[in-house]
Nanobody
């Protein structure tokens, strides 16, 4: 079974940067379909970004122009570079394999059929 593990979260001040990593194991990285979601307490699970091996990248309106998603095939890793961070970017960030841009009922979803999810990494942005 595929496995994804996030890392790189932390606490930063507004305007700062963080780079999240998502390491993929036991899955053919050449056929990648990876999504980044986030959820803050009281908020819905929000799609932040999406990348495919041979397709265009996607960014949510709230992060477009500030976040950049990329993939390193040699390291089986997807990155989310987050610049100009704002307090409203605070939340737990998850990478999800084989989910696409599907709207999901939670981060992570409470049942099967939504690909493979990691445990998440916390991002806290203070003003």
């Amino acid at each position: 079974q595929a496995e994804v593990v996030e890392s790189g979260g932390g606490s930063v001040q507004a305007g700062g940067s963080l780079r999240l990593s998502c390491k993929v194991s036991r899955f053919p990285f050449d056929d990648l379909d990876m999504s980044w979601f986030r959820q803050a307490p009281g908020n819905e699970c929000e799609l932040v970004s999406h990348i495919k091996t041979d397709g265009p990248t996607y960014y949510g309106v709230s992060v477009k122009g500030r976040f950049t998603v990329s993939q390193d095939h040699a390291k089986n890793t997807v990155y989310l570079q987050m610049n100009s961070l704002k307090p409203e970017d605070t939340g737990r960030y998850f990478c999800a394999l084989d989910v696409g841009r599907t709207r999901v009922p939670g981060c992570p979803p409470p049942g099967p059929g939504y690909g493979y999810w990691g445990q998440g990494t916390q991002v806290t942005v203070s003003s």
